[in-house]
Every structure is written in structure tokens, then in C-alpha cells.
């Protein structure tokens, strides 16, 4: 079974400027979770997405966004880009019907910096 | 404010040895533990979880552990590998607002 897949794996943005990350989720998993990882702070929850729906959220502004389609890709924008944005963001998906503790698994990744 | 802790930012252990890892938590809200490991250009995989209602969790070399009193939990690795060499994220659940909350990290390194 392939696993979750995120593209791109780098970006590079100047500041202002938007950007739009893609993750494709593991067959039959219907949870697609994204992170913000950076230096000293773990790895941030973004937002969570079921069934095309946003589930949860994390404490970021608005600027950050998401959205999941139909066949649970899923993806993030973020607009009016900050250096204070430059890191990693994950995406994780995990099956999640009724046990929300479902194991999630994690894509390697898209490194993004802001200029 | 951070509700997962892992204030140790690195740990090297003798090949052979015991790495344990650390890991508090604030929220008392937090009723399932996990512990990721994470390679270089790699996403965090999954490797042992434990529920509150258990005191330790054993999966063969992994072992958790979890005070609920103190707040803590600790992850127990033997005998240490060189390919354990990684950074570990403890991450707790929240059953309230079901949000899972990672630590910021710990890198252990194994010496042959």
C-alpha cells in the first residue's frame, strides 16, 4: 500500500506571496491532519479533515487555510506569506471513523522558504 | 504554552545500552500517549502508544512507561542501536477537544 505522499518536497516563496501544499492521503484513510514543524516547537497542529470536512483546528491565523476533496486529498494554502513561515509542514492521514485516537502516518514532508 | 515537554533536545547513548527518553505533560485532559520517531527527509513514524488507564507498554525493545501522577512519561529503548539514531516526539491526545499535541523533540544519537 502506497504510502502519503506531499508535494512538492521544497518550496521557496518570498514574502507576500501564497502558496498551495498537497497531500494525498493512504488509500481508504478518510483523516488527512497537517503540522507545522520548526526548530524548537515540535511539530504545531494545523487543522484536521474528514469526509471533506474540517474536523479541527489548530492556533494559527487565517492566513492558513485548507481544504479536502472528494477522494480525501487534501490540501493547505497559506497567503501573505511571513518569514516566520519558513518550515515544514506535514501531512498525516489515519482511517478515523468513530476511534479518533487512530495511529496517523505521516508524508516525508514539503520544506518551505520564505525569503 | 507548551503542554507537552521534552526538555532534554538531544541524548547520546553506548550502542548496547539503555536510552530512555522523557517526556511531561500539563494537560490533565491528555488521556493517550504516543511516541514517533523521525529520520532526516522522513515523516515521523509511529512506535508505541499507551492509554492512561495503563501504567507501561512493552513492544520489543520499546518500552512505555506513564506516572499519571507526576505527569510523566518516558520511553525506554534496549539494547540501544545504531539504527535508533533518530529524533523521538512523544505526543499526547486530548479526549476533550480530541486533538493530538507533539513535544518539541529529542535527538538520540547511539555510539558504536
Known amino acids: 500500500k502506497a504510502g502519503v505522499t506531499q508535494t512538492p518536497r521544497y518550496l521557496i516563496k518570498t514574502r507576500g506571496q501564497q502558496v498551495t501544499l498537497s497531500c494525498s492521503p493512504i488509500?481508504?484513510?478518510?483523516?488527512v491532519s497537517w503540522y507545522q514543524q520548526t526548530p524548537g516547537q515540535g511539530l504545531q497542529f494545523l487543522f484536521e479533515?474528514?469526509?471533506?470536512?474540517?474536523?479541527n483546528k489548530g492556533n494559527f491565523p487565517g492566513r492558513f487555510s485548507g481544504r479536502q476533496f472528494s477522494n480525501s486529498r487534501s490540501e493547505m494554502n497559506v497567503s501573505t506569506l511571513e518569514l516566520g513561515d519558513s518550515a515544514l509542514y506535514l501531512c498525516?492521514?489515519?482511517?478515523?471513523?468513530?476511534?479518533?485516537?487512530?495511529?496517523?502516518?505521516f508524508g516525508p514532508g514539503t520544506r518551505l522558504t520564505v525569503l | 504554552d507548551q503542554q507537552v515537554k521534552q526538555n532534554s533536545p538531544s541524548l547520546s547513548v553506548q550502542e548496547g545500552r539503555i536510552s530512555i527518553l522523557n517526556c511531561d505533560y500539563t494537560?490533565?485532559?491528555?488521556?493517550?500517549f504516543l511516541w514517533y520517531k523521525k529520520y532526516p527527509a522522513e515523516g515521523p513514524t509511529f512506535l508505541i502508544s499507551?492509554?492512561?488507564?495503563?501504567d507501561k507498554n512493552e513492544d520489543g525493545r520499546f518500552t512505555v512507561f506513564l506516572n499519571k501522577s507526576a505527569k510523566h512519561l518516558s520511553l525506554h529503548i534496549v539494547p540501544s542501536q545504531p539504527g535508533d539514531s533518530a529524533v523521538y516526539f512523544c505526543?499526547?491526545?486530548?479526549?476533550?477537544?480530541?486533538?493530538?499535541?507533539f513535544g518539541t523533540g529529542t535527538r538520540l544519537t547511539i555510539i558504536p
Open positions: 498525516a492521514s489515519s482511517f478515523s471513523t468513530s476511534g479518533r485516537r487512530d495511529t496517523q502516518y
Open positions: 488509500s481508504g484513510h478518510r483523516s
Open positions: 505526543a499526547a491526545y486530548n479526549f476533550g477537544n480530541e486533538k493530538l499535541t
Open positions: 479533515y474528514f469526509s471533506e470536512t474540517q474536523r
Open positions: 494537560n490533565s485532559m491528555f488521556d493517550y
Open positions: 499507551i492509554s492512561s488507564i495503563k
